[in-house]
């Protein structure tokens, strides 16, 4: 099954996109959920974070440039395991949560950071190196389920994370997961979220954790990476 999720998940997004020049947001989705290479993932993230930052240039305010721009560099940082844009991007998400705490979009862009640190370091070396707190990361993933009404990504990417996290656990991820299925899919990302909340549940209800937990590892950025 993992060869295949790139595939669906490709469609899923080409489906749903405009037939234009990508945006940060199009190029960072397709990086993280329906590439295989890791140099081609870099390109994308790279020209993401280029095309956020020349936005940026001639509009320092817009808010989805920055959101791309701080999304580019902690993938960027994840991809080549670089403490200093893991950092930066800590700063940028923060500070974007900051400027508008009700913005679900910055929560789970929070949450992610804090959780991935926690997921690919364990508790001690991501507090350590990076600051990151999986209490922090909880936390800042709830706000953003409770803010981002009927959309299916904020329940879909909680349950990915959270059975990635803690495999014992399958009903907390078995509630999310359900919502992410029977939410609003409307946009590329909602679609992702979705069709990937669907393929565990089947897991979820059968109270393997283990194996949602691991199909979960393959379903979250990056996971199909060879």
Do not use: C
């Not at 960072?28 to 930052?53: G, Y």
């Not at 001639?58 to 993938?75: C, F, H, M, S, V």
């Not at 997921?119 to 936390?139: I, P, V």
């Not at 990635?164 to 991820?173: E, F, I, M, Q, R």
Request: no cysteine.
């Amino acid at each position: 099954m993992r060869f295949q999720a790139p595939i669906v998940l490709m469609a899923l997004i080409a489906s749903a996109a405009p037939a234009m020049a990508a945006s940060p947001r199009d190029d960072l989705i397709r990086a993280a959920f329906a590439t295989r290479d890791k140099t081609q993932a870099q390109a994308l993230v790279n020209q993401a974070i280029a095309d956020s930052q020349a936005t940026l240039a001639q509009t320092p305010n817009d808010r989805e440039a920055k959101l791309q721009q701080a999304l580019g560099i902690g993938y960027r940082g994840q991809l080549k395991r670089s403490p200093s844009d893991a950092k930066t991007a800590h700063s940028l998400l923060e500070a974007l949560a900051a400027a508008d705490p009700r913005d679900p979009e910055a929560q789970v862009a929070v949450a992610g950071w804090h959780l991935t640190a926690v997921g690919d370091l364990g508790n001690f070396l991501a507090r350590t190196l990076l600051g990151a707190s999986r209490d922090t990361g909880f936390a800042a993933l709830d706000k953003a389920v409770a803010l981002g009404g009927n959309h299916a990504f904020f329940p879909g990417y909680a349950a990915l994370i959270r059975i990635k996290l803690d495999s014992s656990d399958t009903a907390t991820p078995l509630r999310l997961a359900q919502r992410a299925a029977a939410a609003q899919a409307s946009s590329p990302i909602d679609r992702v979220m979705q069709r990937a909340a669907e393929r565990i549940v089947p897991l979820l209800q059968a109270g393997n954790g283990k194996a949602a937990s691991d199909l979960a590892k393959q379903l979250l950025p990056f996971g199909a990476l060879s």
